[in-house]
């Protein structure tokens, strides 16, 4: 189901759930007339170009917070289709070039057309039209992960949960980096912006903050 979920100062933020593996798929609508950007496409890229048609926009940006399937699997589609440049950060690109191999090793009957990608850096920033997108880096769920920043929202990936702790055991995830990390953007959640994570409910960072549990033992537990 499509939901609105926040607006980021320049437009709304709208949720997809979608995919053979269930990830939230964000577009974000912009100050220019019937302009997108999809945040972290998951594995269902009809299901996600569906949302964009009954909201009349197309994408002119996609954007990753890092490279597991299911948060890049649709965005060689948006690509070939609509022209568009594909960002990730540059320490997930083998994340990203294994996503087949872990869709095929988790029995998924899913595979993925790889993307060419915009190589960012940490702390690196890409305009688009009445904002930008701020790469944050968080280690730890994998080399790559970030936080986007687009004016008051901000996604998390796999990094930062409403209730949870993104643990797994996929290959690159480090637990300690992982805590290093959340410990680092800590002051930003506390500031009051709209969470967006990769999966589960959307959530503002004080809620995250204060009433996220399970993320604070995990704090607590590697300190």
């Known amino acids: ?60 940006a996609v954007f990753c917070t890092h490279g597991h399937f299911d948060h890049v699997g649709s965005a060689s589609y948006f690509q ?67 936080l986007l920043e687009l004016g008051s929202s901000l996604f998390t990936g796999d990094t930062i949960y409403a209730s949870t702790v993104g643990l797994s055991k996929l290959p690159g995830e480090d637990h300690v980096l992982l805590r290093s990390s959340i410990l680092k953007v800590w002051p930003m959640l506390s500031e009051g912006f709209n969470v967006h994570p990769g999966h589960g409910r959307n959530c503002t960072g004080p809620e995250v903050c204060n009433n996220n549990h399970a993320l604070l033992e995990f704090l607590y537990k590697y300190e």
């Open 80 to 146: 070939r289709k609509d022209g568009v440049q594909v960002y990730l950060h540059e320490a997930d690109v083998r994340t990203m070039q294994s996503s087949n191999f872990f869709l095929h090793a988790f029995k998924y009957g899913s595979r993925i057309e790889l993307p060419e990608l915009v190589l960012v850096k940490s702390g690196e920033s890409v305009p688009i039209s009445g904002g930008r997108i701020v790469f944050h880096s968080a280690p730890g769920h994998t080399p790559g992960s970030c």
């Open 1 to 60: 189901m499509l939901r609105k979920v926040a607006s980021w100062g320049g437009g709304d933020v709208w949720c997809l759930v979608s995919g053979e593996f269930p990830s939230n798929a964000y577009i974000c609508t912009t100050h220019e007339p019937a302009a997108c950007i999809l945040i972290d496409g998951g594995l269902d890229p009809m299901a996600i170009d569906a949302a964009m048609h009954s909201l009349a926009v197309r994408p002119h």
